[in-house]
């Protein structure tokens, strides 16, 4: 019998759980998964990452220190007198990637978007509308004061919430639509080691009811954004230890499930980072040991059957320049519905190590997109440990083996929906967190056989807000834990 194909129809509140894992975990060792080296360059570092609605993969890099390995078309050049580094540099700094052709084309980037963040528009946009010849679309003092290691988030208004930076404890809304846009956040201020500061980059995620889980340096809190208010304060992580940049762990919002039900639960997985004090001894030449929670500086990316893969990432280590030393290149498959047994198991290593600002994303066919590893201050192809890379690979889950092709269902008909269908928010990726990253597992209202091998499955998508703020998601139908090719839907 074939692979089972299916037609789909459509037709969801949450309690906030702060997942708090043991130190210690036990791994198993099962070597699933394949790599495929898709490009030996793509021309420039890709320290930013996002996959848009049209395949296609944005990806860029800061433009402050000298001349890339790819030319810009048509003699454009960037001219920016305050560069100390090339005041006119005519190399790109920025591509759009093309998955299915396996191609990149140059962009021009005119600002520095060095430590940046971002986030897909409810219309599907970042920055500029997807096509085949769209340049960037730069907007002149687009932000009320300056960041650098902000965290963005869409918000169900289909607003963006801008949280952080070095130096901002506060955070601030896009578009613009308050006089005083600018809004002071104490448990930013709380949270920073002086020196050190140990919260940048903070883990936003947006709750069911329309308020905020910010997780920073080693503490968590419930916040409503519009009244400026904290909702409730979590209790500090277990051992005290700082997840947030530059001591670099990972978070995720697991998936969310039972949409239907009066109370919606959810769980945010922090993994990784640093022992206290480690930035501050790196700079030293001491390289202390990670915590017990794997590794630093890798990403944690949703899956489609709902299992969360931990890439990237290198051991004793801490976020910064000329300070990589030991790559992990094996990724973790979390799988949160098996038994704590069995909840991470090895996957088949890379032979390309991948360190501080390598960035990942999810592609529609189900692979994982991975790219750069730049622990220096400029392109640095010799005589150092681990040299740049500018090389494009992509690993395929054990779920893409072709002794499952017979169970991977095929979306025929996007009428509705079938079997465990599952709706993903694709997320901008830099620096080991990947934003507005978001799971929802619809389940199915009804099944319907049409023949042997072809099914009508009906599921209900929520309405647009807390739960799933309008924009465009990546839709998956699930067959025995075997993914299809995803759909573009919109929720609007």
Not at 99 to 112: G, P
Not at 213 to 234: G, M, P
Not at 316 to 328: H, I, K, L, N, S
């Amino acid at each position: 019998m074939g692979a089972p194909s299916f037609m789909f129809s459509t037709l969801l509140l949450l309690q906030l759980l702060f997942a708090s894992l043991p130190h210690h975990c036990t791994l198993t060792y099962t070597a699933g998964g394949t790599w495929q080296l898709l490009q030996k360059s793509i021309g420039i570092s890709a320290m930013h990452m996002q996959l848009l609605r049209n395949d296609r993969v944005i990806m860029f890099d800061r433009t402050d220190f000298g001349p890339s390995n790819l030319s810009l078309p048509n003699r454009k050049c960037r001219n920016n007198p305050t560069d100390t580094v090339l005041r006119v540099d005519c190399t790109a700094h920025s591509v759009e990637y093309d998955v299915f052709a396996n191609k990149s084309r140059a962009l021009m980037v005119q600002t520095d978007v060095w430590c940046s963040s971002g986030v897909i528009m409810p219309n599907g946009n970042l920055v500029f509308s997807p096509c085949r010849t769209c340049d960037l679309n730069e907007i002149p003092n687009g932000l009320t004061v300056k960041r650098w290691y902000a965290s963005n988030h869409i918000l169900p208004d289909g607003r963006q919430i801008i949280v952080n930076g070095r130096g901002q404890f506060n955070y601030e809304f896009i578009p613009k639509n308050i006089a005083a846009n600018k809004i002071n956040l104490p448990f930013l201020l709380e949270t920073n080691d002086k020196g050190i500061e140990n919260n940048l980059y903070p883990f936003v995620f947006l709750n069911f009811d329309g308020n905020l889980f910010i997780f920073a340096n080693n503490q968590a809190t419930l916040f409503d954004y519009e009244k400026n208010i904290v909702v409730k304060k979590y209790l500090m992580i277990p051992d005290g230890e700082p997840r947030s940049y530059p001591s670099i762990g990972s978070a995720v919002l697991l998936p969310l499930k039972n949409l239907k039900a009066s109370a919606i639960e959810a769980e945010v997985l922090v993994c990784r980072g640093a022992l206290k004090g480690s930035y501050l001894q790196s700079l030293k030449g001491t390289f202390l040991a990670v915590l017990d929670t794997s590794r630093v500086m890798g990403d944690m990316t949703l899956l489609p059957n709902g299992n969360v893969l931990l890439i990237n990432g290198t051991g004793p280590e801490t976020a910064g320049w000329e300070q990589g030393r030991d790559p992990v290149m094996s990724s973790i498959l979390y799988r949160p519905d098996n038994d704590i047994s069995s909840w991470f198991e090895v996957q088949n290593p890379t032979t390309i190590p991948r360190m501080y600002h390598s960035t990942v994303a999810l592609l529609r066919d189900g692979r994982v997109l991975v790219s750069r590893s730049n622990p220096h201050t400029f392109y640095n192809f010799t005589g150092v440990f681990f040299p740049t890379k500018l090389s494009l690979e992509t690993f395929s889950p054990a779920y893409l083996d072709a002794k499952f092709d017979n169970l991977r269902p095929t979306i025929i008909a996007p009428k509705s929906i079938s079997m465990l269908v599952t709706m993903f928010a694709p997320a901008f990726n830099t620096h080991s967190f990947s934003m507005n990253q978001r799971l929802l597992i619809l389940g199915n209202d009804k099944v319907t056989a049409v023949d042997n091998s072809t099914y009508n499955v009906e599921a209900t998508t929520p309405r647009p807000g807390t739960v799933a703020p309008s924009g465009f998601y990546l839709l998956f139908v699930v067959h025995q834990g075997i993914p299809s090719q995803g759909i573009w839907v919109k929720l609007y």
